[in-house]
């Protein structure tokens, strides 16, 4: 069974730093795009950031420049640096991977089960 497993939110001041991790666990052949989404309480999920196989990356206006993505092809895993943490990104984190691959299935998009980044004031 393919599965993303996220880590390493938590609690943080602002102004501080996490990183987060997504792997994918099973047999994977190939993953095309991963990427970072965030949903507030009472508001929509929206993009955080995504990495394409070949490392191309895209982020959000309102992280750009606090935020690295980054991934690692052959652990199928992705990475989000966080840092210069704002009230504003509390948030529930969850990893997304586009069109993966395994021996027996291809799936257009794989969930994350989400992970909770709270920035305190």
């Known amino acids: 069974q393919v599965q993303l497993v996220e880590s390493g939110g938590g609690l943080v001041q602002a102004g501080g730093s996490l990183r987060l991790s997504c792997a994918a666990s099973g047999t994977i052949w190939s993953i095309n795009t991963m990427g970072w989404y965030r949903q507030a309480p009472g508001n929509q999920r929206e993009v955080v950031a995504t990495i394409t196989s070949g490392g191309k990356s895209n982020y959000a206006n309102s992280v750009k420049g606090r935020f690295t993505i980054s991934r690692d092809n052959a652990k199928n895993t992705v990475y989000l640096q966080m840092t210069s943490l704002k009230p504003e990104d509390t948030a529930v984190y969850s990893c997304?991977?586009?069109?993966?691959?395994?021996?027996?299935?291809?799936?257009?998009?794989?969930w994350g089960q989400g992970i909770q980044v709270t920035v305190s004031s």
């Open positions: 997304n991977a586009g069109d993966l691959t395994t021996p027996t299935l291809r799936l257009s998009s794989l």
